[in-house]
């Protein structure tokens, strides 16, 4: 079954119906690009987390896929949590965090109650990327972490893999604080495999104040420099919502060891839409670093079954000492068919390509563009029926003239920003009004040919 409901994103992965979160495993593997992701297949809310699973010749078709992780162990019981896939001899292996709850609450036993859990990581192999025996192909790989100077029992998880020098390594993310009356710190941990089964502890690096538990770590080299990317929790301690997000940042790291130093003022905000989360990275069919995040939802749109998206692809690439995620070809190579602004039907996706200056404005059905004091924003505030997000959100003081690239899709809209500079997403309410613009210069807006 094909991604293409006329009550669907076209380009935006979603689940069939019901919940899903994080984008994991992410691969090209034997000739498919596989997308799994956090999934609740029950309802659409979050709970006893499975994986889904998508397939996709380039990154715009996705077909789906059995579920391809699910409950089966002691140590998974309530939950197969976010993790990452690597191929080795041929074989996909997939590595999760596993969740057995301590206790849950007498009404809802998809959730820990007191957030109390333990986490351990786990592993399976598959021959072919489509079957996975979760009876007897699992296995537990690292333990929950006892040891509070090392790490948290409960919160420990999201191991991304990747090779080095025939080796295999394992980033994880957790928090640590030296006693009760202390803030947590954000800490990372790394382990090291000869075969990526059997793994051992080799280093660690923690950091005070750029939020507390780092989830869904990913470290990786693009134009010879190392990238970081985390998705801190309480990130944002000043009131706005949500308060987690996404962040990356240029970091001095030794592949071979781990050894790892970052400062705080290292990192930004990787989309200021404040939607964009949980982000992993992998290599594309031509070598290229993608990043692909879960576009957060909190509730459903009216009448709708599915909760949560993926964002489009994104390419990585470090450009004058700055990090850029630019829209993937494979996406952008799509809107050939130019169309006048007077026909435009925002219930198909469509791309706006456009030069914006000092007052610039483009009304997308409600969604609101604008350029003022070198700054442009955008305000979803007519057009969002979501809670406790940021209806608003604004780029730094940027030149005289940025050129943006938006894309609309069925319940989103992605802005970049001079070429991926910045990129700001934000979920909208199905739009389907008209599309207006005013003081700009080469406009045009473009359709799926």
């Known amino acids: ?7 669907k994103p076209k380009l935006h992965l979603t689940g069939k119906r019901n919940w899903i979160n994080d984008p994991n495993g992410l691969i090209y593997y034997k000739g498919k690009y596989h997308m799994f992701y956090q999934h609740f297949p029950y309802a659409p809310q979050w709970g006893t987390m499975h994986w889904g699973h998508a397939i996709s010749d380039d990154m715009v078709n996705w ?16 939950g197969c949590f976010s993790g990452s896939a690597i191929e080795v001899n041929g074989d996909l292996y997939l590595y999760y965090t596993s969740v057995k709850y301590l206790d849950t609450p007498e009404d809802n036993i998809t959730v820990p109650k007191d957030d109390l859990f333990e986490a351990s990581q786990a592993m399976i192999i598959s021959k072919d990327g489509f079957n996975f025996d979760n009876f007897n192909d699992k296995s537990l790989i690292i333990p929950a972490i006892e040891d509070k100077d090392l790490g948290h029992y409960t919160h420990t998880r999201d191991p991304k893999v990747w090779e080095y020098k025939d080796n295999y390594y394992i980033i994880l993310g957790t928090k640590v604080k030296k006693d009760d009356n202390e803030k947590y710190t954000g800490k990372l941990l790394y382990y090291k495999s000869k075969d990526a089964k059997k793994w051992e502890y080799i280093n660690s690096f923690e950091l005070h104040g750029l939020g507390d538990m780092w989830e869904c770590p990913d470290i990786f080299s693009v134009d010879g420099k190392y990238v970081l ?27 071979e060891t781990c050894n790892t130093k970052f400062k705080k003022d290292d990192f930004r905000v990787v989309d200021l839409g404040l939607d964009y989360y949980a982000p992993q990275s992998f290599i594309d069919k031509e070598g290229r670093r993608v990043q692909i995040g879960w576009i957060r939802m909190n509730k459903p749109f009216e009448n709708h079954t599915w909760l949560g998206m993926m964002s489009l692809p994104r390419v990585v690439e470090v450009k ?16 050939t068919k130019e169309v006048d602004i007077d026909h435009v039907d925002l219930k198909n996706s469509i791309c706006i390509k456009a ?31 979501q809670e406790n997000v940021a209806l608003k959100s604004s780029t730094k003081v940027l ?15 992605e802005v970049y920003i001079n070429n991926g500079q910045y990129v ?23 359709t799926i040919n």
């Open 424 to 446: 700001m997403s934000h979920i909208v309410n199905p739009l389907e009004s008209k599309l207006e613009a005013s003081n700009l210069s080469d406009f045009k807006v473009y």
């Open 229 to 255: 990317t985390l998705s801190p929790e309480n990130y944002y301690t000043d009131g706005i919502n949500p308060t987690n997000n996404a962040v990356f940042g240029i970091v001095d790291f030794e592949e």
């Open 320 to 335: 004058n000492g700055q990090i850029i995620t630019n829209v993937h070809p494979n996406i952008s190579s799509l809107f």
């Open 63 to 78: 077909t789906y896929e059995p579920i391809a992780l699910f409950p089966t162990k002691l140590y998974d019981r309530n």
């Open 399 to 413: 030149e005289d003239n940025c050129y943006i690239e938006v894309y609309i899709d069925y319940g989103v809209v």
């Open 1 to 7: 079954m094909k991604n293409k409901s006329i009550n």
């Open 355 to 385: 030069t914006l200056k000092n007052n610039s404005k483009i009304n997308i059905g409600g969604y609101e563009i604008s350029f003022e004091n070198n700054t442009i924003t955008g305000d979803r505030t007519k057009v969002c029926n």
